[in-house]
């Protein structure tokens, strides 16, 4: 099993001075490596098609609203699950959250605890978005909480890729912005990204409510 996962939003708290309101984090699992390299050719071909090179990355915050729509209504037949995250940041307290590596461990950690009865041998893939520490820290803490009773773990390995050389954790990021898309903006607008997606959700949990 392959897990691809990326993040919106910040861990500030200066809300009047634009820290975002939600910490929002996506994973996005593929059951084996021929639905993740399908998926993968599956991106190459929309970059052919729109006239785009190779080495483009898909970015929700920079893509324009055309971009968005064609690229999550081809991927949403592709064979994924994806299962997100949404932190209240107004509602937190607790030095877990002093620092974003706080955020991404709490958010990663109950995210696979929610996809627990679907994951298994898992490599777990994250945008470089920290330093080696940072990643051993992570793999550590995911190992140990998805331990089994009889000690088989369900995470084989954590690694970090850059989102520019890897199709498929743009995949993670362009449905993570269309999530927190859905909880950031103006109810008449919010869902039409998720929307197009929706059909792939395991299940996005909104924390605290």
């Not at 090179?53 to 690229?71: L, M, P, V, W």
């Not at 050389?165 to 990204?193: E, K, P, W, Y």
Request: glycine residues 6%.
């Amino acid at each position: 099993m392959i897990v691809c996962i990326d993040e919106s939003g910040d861990s500030g708290f200066k809300f009047s001075k634009g820290s975002s309101q939600y910490f929002t984090c996506v994973a996005v699992f593929f059951s084996d490596s021929f639905a993740a390299d399908s998926c993968d050719r599956a991106i190459d071909q929309i970059k052919r098609e729109m006239g785009l090179g190779t080495s483009h990355e898909f970015h929700f915050k920079y893509a324009n609203d055309q971009t968005r729509e064609i690229f999550l209504t081809k991927m949403a037949s592709e064979n994924f699950t994806y299962y997100g995250f949404v932190l209240n940041k107004p509602s937190l307290f607790g030095r877990t959250f002093n620092d974003k590596h706080g955020f991404y461990d709490f958010t990663v950690g109950l995210i696979c605890e929610n996809a627990r009865p679907i994951m298994r041998n898992a490599k777990v893939i994250i945008d470089k978005c920290g330093d080696r520490q940072f990643k051993l820290n992570l793999e550590k803490s995911l190992k140990n909480r998805m331990t089994e009773p009889d000690g088989t773990c369900l995470i084989k390995k954590v690694t970090m890729e850059g989102s520019h050389t890897n199709n498929l954790v743009q995949l993670a990021d362009m449905i993570c912005g269309a999530v927190a898309r859905s909880f950031n903006t103006d109810r008449d607008h919010r869902d039409r990204f998720h929307r197009l997606i929706k059909k792939r959700e395991g299940r996005v949990q909104f924390w605290p409510k």
